[in-house]
Structure formats: C-alpha cells, structure tokens
T-cell receptor, first 109, second 116 residues
Framework: EIVLTQSPGTLSLSPGERATLSCRAS???????LAWYQQKPGQAPRLLIF???SRATGIPDRFSGSGSGTDFTLTISRLEPEDFAVYYC??????????FGQGTKLRIK | EVRLVETGGDLIQPGGSLRLSCAAS????????MSWVRQAPGKGLEWVSV???????YYADSVKGRFTVSRDSSKNTLYLQMESLRDDDTAVYYC??????????WGQGTMVIVAS
C-alpha cells in the first residue's frame, strides 16, 4: 500500500498570501493518479485537482497542482477567506486501492 | 444535476449489522466506479471499498470479509452491507463517484456509531 505523508500538519497564513502544501508518497504514484481535496467542517470533501495538475470543474485558477513520482504540491496563489479548510491528497495505485494523506489544516493567521 | 444521497446510518452495538444506501441522480451508478469512503470523528479520510462497472469489487484490508458493496441498477442505488461491526468502524460514511483515479462527486455522508 502506498502511504501518503502531508506536510505541514497545520499552516497558518493570512488572506492574500501564497500557500504551498506538500504530499509525499512512499513509492511512485501510478500514472500520475494524484488528487487534492478541500474539506470544510461539517461538509463532504470537494475535489480540487485530479491527475496531479488538472483542475476540477468550477475550481478557481488560484489552485494549482504539480509534481511527479513521489513528491506533489498543491499551491494556492492568493488565499481567499473561503480557502481556510483542511486539504487532503489522495492516490490511486491502479490495483483498485486508494489512499489518502492525513491532511493539512490551513488556518487563518 | 449530479447528486448522491446516503441514508441508513445509525447507532448499532458491536457485532451488529447495518446496510447503508446511496441514491444517485444525474448519472448511472452502473456505468461508473463507485466507492465508499469513511471518516472517523476528528480524523482523516479512509477509502473503504469500490464497485467497478464490470461488477468487480475491492476492499480496504480493515473491512475485508466484513463489508460488501453492491448496487441495484433499477434503483440507481449503491449499498454497503456492514457485518461484525466494531468500535473503530464508527465514522461518517460517504459514497463517491470515481473518475480518472479521483472522486469527483460526493454525497453528504451518513453517520454510523458503533457503541454499546
């Protein structure tokens, strides 16, 4: 099973700042099947990025994904107040097994 | 509109059984990979199971042999039959549509509490 480790655990920033969230895999992620989700309290997760760098429908272009192999990054170029939430990365290994990272909490400084 | 609605969550004693339902609208569950994902209180997300369009099923090791995923195409509904429930199965259970290795549509979740 591929283990995903996200860092930092908590990130404190101010609106307007740039956020960089990291996701590291224990082995190479198959065919670039790496996704990012945003989750707010009491809500279901929302898909932001799939296939490492493709934005899901309706996701603003301030969200971008990058990386390859075992190291991936979600960048939020300029934080809006509604961006403060928990973010998860997720991989699909191609053997019909999916894993999530433990999450990064993005909080207002 | 594409939508998923889960029902069936409850308070259940350890060792008990429960069936969750996930009604889909706006798309056909039999045409897509459909998964269950759970989230224990205050914890992260854990993938539980997937049902492929070709009827193949796969499970996380933590539920293998105890949980069964199925669908009723006539009702456009996905199910999760849970047996031999344990305290650590306590979680919000989400159904989600799989696409390109990710989950692009999620339901609102249904809460399962396993406690005596």
């Amino acid at each position: 099973e591929i283990v995903l480790t996200q860092s930092p655990g908590t990130l404190s920033l101010s609106p307007g700042e740039r956020a960089t969230l990291s996701c590291r895999a224990s082995q190479s992620v198959s065919s670039g099947y790496l996704a990012w989700y945003q989750q707010k309290p009491g809500q279901a997760p929302r898909l932001l990025i799939f296939g490492v760098s493709s934005r899901a429908t309706g996701i603003p272009d301030r969200f971008s994904g990058s990386g390859s192999g075992t190291d991936f990054t979600l960048t939020i170029s300029r934080l809006e107040p509604e961006d403060f939430a928990v973010y998860y990365c997720q991989q699909y290994s191609g053997t019909l097994s999916y894993t999530f990272g433990q999450g990064t909490k993005l909080r207002i400084k | 509109e594409v939508r998923l609605v889960e029902t069936g969550g409850d308070l259940i004693q350890p060792g008990g059984s429960l069936r969750l339902s996930c009604a889909a609208s706006g798309f056909t569950v039999s045409s897509d990979y459909m998964s269950w994902v759970r989230q224990a209180p205050g914890k992260g997300l854990e993938w539980v199971s997937v049902l492929q369009s070709n009827d193949m099923t796969y499970y996380a090791d933590s539920v293998k042999g105890r949980f069964t995923v199925s669908r009723d195409s006539s009702k456009n509904t996905l199910y999760l039959q849970m047996e031999s429930l344990r305290d650590d199965d306590t979680a919000v259970y989400y159904c989600a549509r799989g696409a390109r290795g990710a989950f692009d549509v999620w339901g609102q979740g249904t809460m399962v509490i396993v406690a005596s």
